[in-house]
């Protein structure tokens, strides 16, 4: 919790006002932040400082797994999260490639799953990772990566937390996973606990122990309208200790993720938080 305080405090000490075309807002923008999450003691890194939908964010991470492309197949796991995305953005809704309501077109889990190869077919980068790493193996590739520039202009957004490297000390797995830009109220409230998840996750399915899980972040801002909220009212609160993750132990294996698993499969034990914040959204 004291890194992400830490990370907010240096964008308005030290940040730089910049203009974003897509959103038509300022933002207050640092470069380079290095956060990391401690997976083996069980640190959840869930906001305290105020409450978090944690179970918003599992889903979407949940909805990349199962390779999911429309912003209804998350609402019914239980993230409302791709709907502005999906739905508002004038660019997209204009867009030749969109495939009516709710399609988010090819972004995120649909390039992890099924990355289209020039020649025909397609790669599932999950599924190698995952059959690798339950055999041992760490061939020095275990990368997961959604950043497809050939096919940006077939999604609504462009993915922001883009790869994921999985790597095997003995059987302890750790991850490090890359954001290219980070919305740090609302987005990174969100990335944190997927990363973390990301770890426990594949650790669980794949018979190894969770290391630790490291989270290099390049553009961290706060929009202009979202500052206020963050200096003075999130930021003047104290933190409360980290909270636990409890995952069903009865998930073994990627298709156990895609077929049954539903939010009720996780648990927080010990979450104690201050009052919620409604952050603005820039679509
Ligand atoms: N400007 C922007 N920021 C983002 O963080 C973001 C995007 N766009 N577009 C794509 C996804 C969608 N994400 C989102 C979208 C909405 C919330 C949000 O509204 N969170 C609320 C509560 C949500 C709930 O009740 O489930 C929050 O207070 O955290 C968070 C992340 C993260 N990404
Ligand atoms: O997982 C996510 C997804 C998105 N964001 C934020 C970061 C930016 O504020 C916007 C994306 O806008 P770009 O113009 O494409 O950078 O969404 C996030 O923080 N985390």
Redesign the pocket.
Known sequence: MKQYLDLCQRIIDEGHWVE?K?TGKRCLTVIDADLEYNVAANEFPLITTRKSFYKAAIAEFLGYIRGYDNAADFRKLGAKTWDANANENAAWLANEHRKGSDDMGRVYGVQGRSWAKPDGGSVDQLRKIVDNLKNGIDDRGEILSFYNPGEFHMGC??P??HTHTFSLLGDTLYLTSYQR???VPL??N??QVQVFFFLAIMAQITGNKPGKAYHKIVNA?IYEDQLPLMRDVQLKREPFPSPKLIINPAIKSLEDLETWVTMDDFQVEGYQHHEPIAYPF?V
Request: with cysteine.
């Open positions: 974003n897509r957004l462009r922001c937390m830009s980070c919305d987005g990174l969100f990335n801002h820039s």
